[in-house]
């Protein structure tokens, strides 16, 4: 069974404090990997793709360890706007490979 | 903003009521998709299209009845649901069908928020 695994948090980070979370996969043939974010109570919208040389995008990085499974995002100088849940997307096998982790809650405080 | 659309935005039905989720997207993509996202649980896919054609079924129960009439339109027919069917009902598409190498990125609509009494 496809699984991908993220810590719900909340994680509880200070305005301008730099934060990382991870996300682990089971399926070894995962081709694709994306950063999603969702705010409350609307619909999740990319942030960004994970590329095999890792990839930044301003403030965020995303990174892929490959023979670890497992992709990173890293926030610097966090804003309270970055306040969301961010959701590990996983792909591989076709479009039955399409896997959502249960996404990661992170909460900047002023 | 958003180039996905989805109709009603929220819904309550009885278990023998029948109702219908439309979503449609203003993007010329090519594939879309149905989602349900429950509390503290992932996104769950449904179903997918390509082209309008059904290229996925992960399982779900036949009270749940997708259709695809042309590539910009995507319903989900349901009838004699559950409680447990309660839900946020999610539409998406992507230019080319999601799930392969190609970093196809997904644009979700709002979501229909479902309860099912």
């Known amino acids: 069974r496809k699984e991908v695994e993220q810590d719900p948090g909340p994680f509880n980070v200070p305005e301008g404090a730099t934060v990382a979370f991870n996300c682990t996969y089971s399926?070894?043939?995962?081709?694709?990997f994306f950063w999603y974010r969702q705010d409350c109570r609307k619909e999740p919208k990319l942030l960004m793709s994970?590329?095999?040389s890792g990839n930044e995008d301003g403030r965020f990085t995303a990174q892929l360890n490959r023979a670890s499974q497992y992709i990173s995002l890293l926030i610097r100088d966090s804003k309270l706007s970055d306040s969301a849940t961010y959701l590990c997307?996983?792909?591989?096998?076709?479009?039955?490979?399409?896997?959502f982790g249960k996404g990661t809650h992170l909460i900047i405080q002023p | 903003e958003t180039g996905v659309t989805q109709t009603p935005r929220h819904l309550v039905m009885g278990m023998t009521n029948k109702k219908s989720l439309k979503c449609e997207q203003h993007?010329?993509?090519?594939?879309m998709y149905w989602y349900k996202q429950s509390a503290k649980k992932p996104l769950e896919l449904m179903f997918v299209?390509?082209?309008?054609?059904?290229?996925e079924n992960n399982s779900v129960p036949s009270r749940f009845s997708p259709e695809c009439p042309n590539s910009s339109h995507l319903f989900l027919h349901l009838h004699t649901l559950q409680p447990e069917d309660s839900a946020l009902y999610l539409c998406?598409?992507?230019?080319?069908?999601?799930?392969?190498?190609?970093?196809?990125?997904?644009?979700f609509g709002p979501g229909t928020r479902l309860l099912v009494l």
């Open positions: 997307v996983v792909t591989g096998g076709g479009a039955d490979g399409l896997t």
């Open positions: 994970v590329y095999s």
């Open positions: 399926n070894s043939a995962s081709q694709s």
């Open positions: 993007l010329g993509h090519n594939a």
């Open positions: 998406a598409s992507s230019q080319g069908l999601a799930g392969g190498i190609k970093q196809e990125t997904q644009y």
């Open positions: 299209y390509s082209l309008e054609e059904r290229v």
